[in-house]
């Protein structure tokens, strides 16, 4: 005998729309002998149901427990209804309209189903390079509005045929409402074409443009690549003739070049591998992952150098499977741009900025609507932290900590490197993707871009603004247009603080926990006494902070030329400490020294006495510059952001490690301010050059005796403030050497430490911690 029929609404939110959904939820409903409908709109997905209630029950038990593999499901609100609905079975019904309150899903990597498809030869998808499904292929690099739905992306150019169509719409189809589901007759095409934009025909019968890209590359060739989010600029990595000509073309004669490798089976050929890198490396994901490089791995020193590890990632789309197929060793796969410019995305830009790089061009006319780099992680302390967000993980939304329920809605602005922007809504952070540096007014113009379009997407209306307080910001400058223009309240936020707080609110640190300590190591940031700093020990909440310490303050000769020209760094220290002639008369015989002697030292030493564009400086970033200067690393120029310090750490990392004896830095007082004070570490280091010590061995005790000293500071301020957490955030924090050897040592002296896994602790994090500063001042001051 049937029981009482009842009838519940539910509402399930979260990144619920364009991942197969409500398929899932009509095969559970029939499955359950459910009858009703369930559609998507602004909201999310809503669903009409009518049962016993031991059935709808068990219907809403499976749906937490077998989620679609993208889906997210933030919150499931069930409401029983007088009314029971008038259909007969479940069905799914169309879209509905309304206030946005949705996410997006990221781009995800192929899925097997997919790979299948394009593998087998009777399939009518065999080797179709823009294959996907509901589990997987491009979300964010497409989509153009909400609700996401076929007319809402760039895919609404290509009218599906029968059988694609027929696939669209049963619910017990993988492509059921796949908004770039295709085929080879009505979908995409992909073709190769030389630099004057003459196409290439396949040179043997039955084969394809991706067959021709693959023997051209064999054969040497750099391929401009149009890809899921953006251009790559490929070439053969064993081929070291391939790798010198692609450095010479695109002016980046250092930087590291990512790799795309076939399998794990190539990659560990070349990088060890454990099985937590593995699984990132095979996630929806799909990022670039940073790994140790192996003693054996036989590839051209200009592939990465000076550097101990390798950034490798794995086809994430069926164009990179197909053309990575066959292919036993890695493929440089480099974002395609001239130097210090974002990726193409169009096929005409590419064909403009591109031509002097590449020696053919794979392209296709399936439109990138967004860039969209990709993501780069690194395990580091046994956890995955993020070091660039961007592909497949953005705009994923980030739940904001216990306390930020009633948090204001805002939009902070981000940074000037490394730029991402956030908009805060329903307690949730929706933090962009990697946009870049807004130095470039290429990035510049992608970032308005992207704020226009993240405004549609989430219908967002900010209430109130947030910024860097550096007055010369592009971001902060834009934000005090907007808050004119819309008479919007503008709180701008020390670049320190808001490093700290990212990490806290990455860690779900409640609104009301009270303080930590903060150590904030980077390059540069705006201090809040007009001086710039980038070593500092901060006592900190979401509401406010106090500099409690800092790295000693030394002048930056030449301001941003001390950036770009590591040796000014050294200079300065030991100018500063010693005075230039005591150091002649003492290591003057020292090659480090002798040379920085012919330099034009008299001119620094009378801008730094005289305080002539000779700004001061707590800058950790530049410590590190100036010891990778005396150790003739990157000693005249660096020619990408950071490199004498990675250079330097990758010095450490091949030293013996024979020695725990670091070079310590001494704690004392600059003008009522605690402060390491680096006097200490220079004879010492010296010294040991004197003694022939290698530079390996250097670097490694620095990094010894700088992760110490900063422990030994941060100990001391800790128990006299009585705060027993510890956070870490900053650039100079993406230094696995140094993270690893800071964070062991703090847990080790009984201290909880908070740190970066979801957002980075570079400036691309920088605009979370913005977000959730204004977020609390809105909470607690209305």
Same mark, same amino acid.
């Given at each position: 005998?049937?029981?009482?029929?009842?009838?519940?609404? #539910?509402?399930? %939110?979260?990144?619920?729309?364009?991942?197969?959904?409500?398929?899932?939820?009509?095969?559970?409903?029939?499955?359950?002998?459910?009858?009703?409908?369930?559609?998507?709109? &602004?909201?999310?997905?809503?669903?009409?149901?009518?049962?016993?209630?031991?059935?709808?029950?068990?219907?809403?038990?499976?749906?937490?427990?077998?989620?679609?593999?993208?889906?997210?499901?933030?919150?499931?609100?069930?409401?029983?209804?007088?009314?029971?609905?008038?259909?007969?079975? !479940?069905?799914?019904?169309?879209?509905?309209?309304?206030?946005? %309150?949705?996410?997006?899903?990221?781009?995800?990597?192929?899925?097997?189903?997919?790979?299948?498809?394009?593998?087998?030869?009777?399939?009518?998808?065999?080797?179709?390079?823009?294959?996907?499904?509901?589990?997987?292929?491009?979300?964010?690099?497409?989509?153009?509005?909400?609700?996401?739905?076929?007319?809402?992306? &760039?895919?609404?150019?290509?009218?599906?045929?029968?059988?694609?169509?027929?696939? *669209?719409?049963?619910?017990?189809?993988?492509?059921?409402?796949?908004?770039?589901?295709?085929?080879?007759?009505?979908?995409?095409?992909?073709?190769?074409?030389?630099?004057?934009?003459?196409?290439?025909?396949?040179?043997?019968?039955?084969?394809?443009?991706?067959?021709?890209?693959?023997?051209?590359?064999?054969?040497?060739?750099?391929?401009?690549?149009?890809?899921?989010?953006?251009?790559?600029?490929?070439?053969?990595?064993?081929?070291?003739?391939?790798?010198?000509?692609?450095?010479?073309?695109?002016?980046?004669?250092?930087?590291?070049?990512?790799?795309?490798?076939?399998?794990?089976?190539?990659?560990?050929?070349?990088?060890?591998?454990?099985?937590?890198?593995?699984?990132?490396?095979?996630?929806?994901?799909?990022?670039?992952?940073?790994?140790?490089?192996?003693?054996?791995?036989?590839?051209?020193?200009?592939?990465?150098?000076?550097?101990?590890?390798?950034?490798?990632?794995?086809?994430?789309?069926?164009?990179?499977?197909?053309?990575?197929?066959?292919?036993?060793?890695?493929?440089?796969?480099?974002?395609?741009?001239?130097?210090?410019?974002?990726?193409?995305?169009?096929?005409?830009?590419?064909?403009?900025?591109?031509?002097?790089?590449?020696?053919?061009?794979?392209?296709?006319?399936?439109?990138?609507?967004?860039?969209?780099?990709?993501?780069?992680?690194?395990?580091?302390?046994?956890?995955?932290?993020?070091?660039?967000?961007?592909?497949?993980?953005?705009?994923?939304?980030?739940?904001?900590?216990?306390?930020?329920?009633?948090?204001?809605?805002?939009?902070?602005?981000?940074?000037?490197?490394?730029?991402?922007?956030?908009?805060?809504?329903?307690? %949730?952070?929706?933090?962009?993707?990697?946009?870049?540096?807004?130095?470039?007014?290429?990035? *510049?113009?992608?970032?308005?871009?992207?704020?226009?379009?993240?405004?549609?997407?989430?219908?967002?209306?900010?209430?109130?603004?947030?910024?860097?307080?550096?007055?010369?910001?592009?971001?902060?400058?834009?934000?005090?247009?907007?808050?004119?223009?819309?008479?919007?309240?503008?709180?701008?936020?020390?670049?320190?603080?808001?490093?700290?707080?990212?990490?806290?609110?990455?860690?779900?640190?409640?609104?009301?926990?009270?303080?930590?300590?903060?150590?904030?190591?980077?390059?540069?940031?705006?201090?809040?006494?007009?001086?710039?700093?980038?070593?500092? !020990?901060?006592?900190?909440?979401?509401?406010?902070?106090?500099?409690?310490?800092?790295?000693?303050?030394?002048?930056?000769?030449?301001?941003?030329?001390?950036?770009?020209?590591?040796?000014?760094?050294?200079?300065?220290?030991?100018?500063?400490?010693?005075?230039?002639?005591?150091?002649?008369?003492?290591?003057?015989?020292?090659?480090? #020294?002798?040379?920085?002697?012919?330099?034009?030292?008299?001119?620094?030493?009378?801008?730094?006495?005289?305080?002539?564009?000779?700004?001061?400086? &707590?800058?950790?970033?530049?410590?590190?510059?100036?010891?990778?200067?005396?150790?003739?690393?990157?000693?005249?120029?660096?020619?990408?952001?950071?490199?004498?310090?990675?250079?330097?750490?990758?010095?450490?990392?091949?030293?013996?490690?024979?020695?725990?004896?670091?070079?310590?830095?001494?704690?004392?007082?600059?003008?009522?301010?605690?402060?390491?004070?680096?006097?200490?570490?220079?004879?010492?280091?010296?010294?040991?050059?004197?003694?022939?010590?290698?530079?390996?061995?250097?670097?490694?005790?620095?990094?010894?005796?700088?992760?110490?000293?900063?422990?030994?500071?941060?100990?001391?301020?800790?128990?006299?403030?009585?705060?027993?957490?510890?956070?870490?955030?900053?650039?100079?924090? %993406?230094?696995?050497?140094?993270?690893?050897?800071?964070?062991?040592?703090?847990?080790?002296?009984?201290?909880?430490?908070?740190?970066?896994?979801?957002?980075?602790?570079?400036?691309?994090?920088?605009?979370?911690?913005?977000?959730?500063?204004?977020?609390?001042?809105?909470?607690?001051?209305?």
């Amino acid at each position: 005998m049937a029981g009482i029929e009842v009838a519940e609404q #539910i509402r399930v %939110q979260g990144l619920v729309q364009g991942v197969g959904f409500r398929p899932t939820v009509w095969r559970l409903a029939r499955e359950i002998g459910l009858r009703g409908a369930v559609w998507n709109d &602004s909201q999310g997905v809503e669903i009409h149901v009518c049962g016993e209630q031991l059935q709808i029950d068990r219907f809403c038990e499976r749906l937490l427990k077998e989620p679609p593999p993208l889906a997210s499901i933030e919150s499931l609100d069930r409401q029983p209804q007088t009314h029971l609905p008038d259909e007969r079975e !479940f069905i799914i019904t169309d879209s509905r309209s309304g206030e946005v %309150q949705t996410g997006i899903v990221p781009d995800a990597a192929t899925c097997d189903a997919c790979l299948q498809d394009i593998r087998d030869p009777a399939n009518r998808r065999y080797r179709y390079p823009f294959t996907n499904c509901t589990h997987c292929g491009p979300r964010l690099t497409l989509i153009e509005g909400i609700p996401y739905d076929r007319a809402n992306t &760039s895919m609404r150019h290509f009218p599906l045929c029968a059988d694609c169509e027929a696939e *669209y719409l049963d619910p017990a189809d993988r492509r059921f409402h796949a908004q770039p589901n295709a085929c080879p007759v009505c979908g995409p095409r992909v073709w190769l074409c030389n630099a004057k934009g003459k196409e290439i025909m396949p040179s043997r019968e039955a084969e394809d443009a991706l067959h021709e890209a693959h023997r051209y590359l064999s054969d040497g060739a750099i391929l401009a690549i149009k890809g899921v989010g953006g251009f790559h600029l490929a070439c053969d990595a064993t081929n070291e003739s391939a790798v010198t000509r692609l450095r010479e073309r695109k002016g980046r004669y250092y930087k590291p070049f990512a790799l795309m490798a076939r399998d794990h089976a190539v990659i560990r050929n070349y990088c060890e591998v454990s099985e937590d890198e593995a699984a990132l490396l095979s996630s929806s994901a799909a990022p670039i992952v940073l790994l140790s490089r192996t003693a054996e791995a036989r590839l051209p020193e200009n592939v990465a150098p000076q550097q101990t590890s390798l950034g490798f990632m794995l086809p994430y789309s069926p164009l990179h499977h197909l053309l990575l197929s066959g292919w036993d060793s890695p493929l440089v796969m480099t974002s395609g741009n001239r130097i210090e410019e974002p990726q193409c995305i169009d096929n005409q830009e590419a064909a403009e900025r591109l031509l002097p790089l590449a020696d053919l061009f794979l392209l296709h006319d399936r439109e990138i609507t967004n860039r969209v780099d990709d993501s780069v992680v690194r395990i580091m302390d046994g956890v995955p932290r993020s070091l660039r967000r961007a592909r497949g993980y953005a705009p994923a939304p980030l739940q904001l900590p216990e306390g930020f329920e009633q948090a204001a809605t805002l939009l902070a602005m981000g940074g000037e490197l490394k730029n991402t922007f956030c908009l805060v809504r329903q307690g %949730q952070a929706i933090l962009s993707q990697h946009i870049g540096d807004l130095e470039n007014l290429i990035s *510049y113009h992608d970032y308005l871009k992207n704020l226009d379009l993240y405004a549609a997407l989430f219908d967002h209306r900010p209430a109130r603004l947030v910024a860097d307080l550096h007055p010369n910001y592009r971001s902060t400058q834009h934000a005090k247009v907007i808050a004119a223009e819309r008479d919007l309240p503008l709180l701008q936020v020390q670049h320190h603080h808001a490093h700290i707080a990212s990490v806290l609110a990455d860690n779900g640190w409640p609104l009301r926990a009270g303080k930590v300590l903060g150590i904030a190591l980077d390059g540069t940031g705006y201090g809040d006494d007009g001086t710039v700093w980038g070593g500092e !020990f901060l006592l900190a909440d979401y509401l406010q902070y106090q500099r409690l310490g800092k790295l000693q303050s030394i002048p930056l000769p030449g301001g941003s030329q001390a950036i770009l020209q590591p040796w000014r760094n050294v200079f300065s220290h030991l100018h500063h400490h010693f005075g230039w002639q005591q150091v002649i008369q003492q290591w003057g015989d020292l090659e480090p #020294i002798a040379w920085l002697n012919r330099q034009p030292v008299k001119v620094l030493t009378g801008m730094i006495e005289g305080g002539v564009n000779s700004p001061l400086s &707590s800058s950790c970033g530049r410590l590190f510059d100036a010891v990778a200067a005396l150790l003739n690393i990157c000693r005249e120029s660096i020619s990408y952001e950071g490199q004498a310090a990675i250079e330097l750490e990758a010095a450490a990392q091949q030293s013996t490690r024979s020695t725990s004896d670091g070079y310590a830095l001494q704690t004392q007082v600059e003008n009522e301010m605690v402060s390491l004070d680096s006097a200490a570490l220079w004879p010492s280091l010296l010294d040991d050059l004197r003694a022939g010590h290698d530079r390996q061995e250097i670097a490694w005790r620095f990094h010894l005796g700088l992760a110490a000293s900063v422990c030994e500071m941060a100990t001391a301020l800790a128990h006299a403030n009585g705060v027993g957490t510890v956070a870490l955030s900053g650039g100079v924090f %993406q230094n696995k050497t140094l993270f690893e050897l800071v964070i062991n040592q703090l847990e080790s002296g009984g201290f909880s430490v908070l740190s970066y896994r979801n957002v980075p602790s570079n400036d691309g994090g920088l605009a979370l911690g913005q977000a959730v500063i204004g977020a609390a001042r809105s909470i607690t001051t209305g």
